[in-house]
């Protein structure tokens, strides 16, 4: 079974440019998510998608960060304009289903360095 | 609202010395628990998870965490740590408030197997 894939993996950008991270969840996962991990912290929930229906984007700042699930199957995450404090890692996952105590897939993560 | 606690950020120990990592949570609700590891350069991926049942879990590779709610604590151990178990570890949290599961994950200690 393939895992969740995410492109790129590395990203370096200056700030108040634009980037856009992609991810491909695991085949039949209805449930979609995308972390933000900062050096020296846990991962942080930005936004939840159910099929192609946001659940969750309560921590996302919507006046750079915008998500989409188009279909229900792969998605796209976007920031522009990016500011320094968005160096982190982005993190896509995927679960089965939306039901808590359900496993969570991450994939490996893409870096984004903004100077 | 829920909240996690690793209390410890570093945690060295020499190879086949026992290990505990500490892990409190905080919730008005039921929970489950979870810890997740993430290797060098990989993705976070589940170690072992508390739904019901049972309070001890193991893991196949010989970690085990066990709830303790009069304490809202979820640690883990193992009693004889191998290289290859340096990584950093992640408690995690989950409700159902809002009818979709919601993972909030602490900011994760890292195990240094020392040779």
């Known amino acids: 079974e393939a895992g969740v894939a995410q492109s790129p993996r590395y990203k370096i950008i200056e700030k108040r440019q634009s980037v856009a991270f992609w991810c491909n969840p695991i085949s039949g996962h209805a449930t979609l998510y995308w972390y933000q991990q900062i050096l020296g912290q846990g991962p942080k929930l930005l936004i939840q998608f159910q099929n192609n229906g946001v659940v969750d984007d309560s921590q996302l700042p919507k006046d750079r960060f915008s998500a989409e699930r188009l279909k229900g199957v792969d998605s796209t995450l976007k920031i522009q304009p990016a500011k320094l404090e968005d160096s982190a890692v982005y993190l896509c996952a995927s679960s089965r289903d939306r039901y808590s105590g359900n496993t969570i897939y991450f994939g490996e993560g893409s870096w984004l360095t903004v100077v | 609202a829920q909240s996690v606690t690793q209390l410890d950020s570093q945690v060295p120990v020499f190879e086949e010395a026992p290990v505990e990592l500490r892990c409190n949570y905080s919730?008005?609700?039921?929970?489950?628990l979870f810890w997740y590891v993430q290797y060098p350069n990989q993705g976070l991926q589940l170690l072992l998870k508390y739904l019901s049942g049972s309070t001890l879990v193991e893991s196949i590779n010989g970690f085990e965490a066990e709830f303790n709610k009069s304490q809202t604590s979820f640690h883990l151990r193992k009693p004889s740590v191998h290289i290859s178990d340096t990584a950093e570890y992640f408690c995690?949290?989950?409700?159902?408030?809002?009818?979709?599961?919601?993972?909030?994950f602490g900011i994760g200690t890292k195990l240094q197997v020392i040779p």
């Open positions: 995690a949290v989950s409700d159902t408030s809002g009818g979709y599961q919601k993972v909030t």
């Open positions: 919730s008005s609700v039921s929970v489950y």
